[in-house]
């Protein structure tokens, strides 16, 4: 998907784009308002998206709230660049090049982010999730990685210098196989 591609879909694709890579409240307020926008002339600039879907958003509670045109844009870009599906295909092949003893570490910045980066190492541990009355067990299934220690989010010493890492979750596996 292109970026004028996605500026060019329907309003429940768009709505669609908005809340699954980002969750965003108001996914079919701002997919309405931008499909409208479209109506009456092009969209040709960040600042005119970002005008459009702060316009179509309630006011922030508190002044410090991040701009309201922020989870949007990560969810376009989520989009565009298939960042989802590129991170699962890196995880299997930097888990392929890691030989045993080797540690992958992973750095997701957003739930979905970490949401895969989780469940890969945790099939990676136990093998695929079987039903049960399968005659295959599930020990006899070789875990390929193990988790080391606990996920490590940033302390706030961390985030006072480097606001961004505020929502920074890192993640550690060791190769076993």
């Known amino acids: 998907m292109r970026c004028n591609g996605l ?3 329907a309003k429940k694709e768009l709505a669609d784009v908005l809340w699954q ?3 965003e409240k108001f996914s079919r307020r701002i997919a ?3 499909i409208e926008a479209r109506t009456i002339a092009s969209i040709t600039s960040t600042a005119q998206l970002a005008d ?3 316009f179509a ?3 922030p509670k508190t ?3 991040k701009h309201p045109a922020t989870r949007s844009f990560q969810a376009i870009r989520i989009a565009v660049n298939h960042e989802l599906t590129e991170l699962e295909l890196g995880l299997k092949q930097a888990s392929d090049a890691l030989t045993v003893g080797g540690r992958l570490a992973v750095i997701s910045f957003h739930s979905l982010e970490d949401r895969i980066a989780k469940q890969f190492i945790r099939l990676q541990e136990k093998g695929p999730e079987l039903p049960r009355g399968l005659p295959i067990k599930q020990h006899y299934f070789q875990a390929r ?3 080391v220690g606990k996920p490590i989010k940033p302390s706030d010493k961390e985030v006072n210098v ?3 890492a505020r929502s920074a979750v890192l993640r550690i596996a060791e190769k076993l196989l």
Request: aromatic letters at 4%; glycine letters at 0%; charged letters at 35%.
């Open 63 to 65: 002044p410090h709230d």
């Open 57 to 59: 958003t309630p006011k």
């Open 52 to 54: 459009i879907i702060k």
């Open 145 to 147: 990685l193990k988790s």
């Open 162 to 164: 480097n606001p961004r």
């Open 21 to 23: 890579y980002r969750e």
């Open 32 to 34: 309405r308002a931008i």
């Open 7 to 9: 500026l060019t879909l």
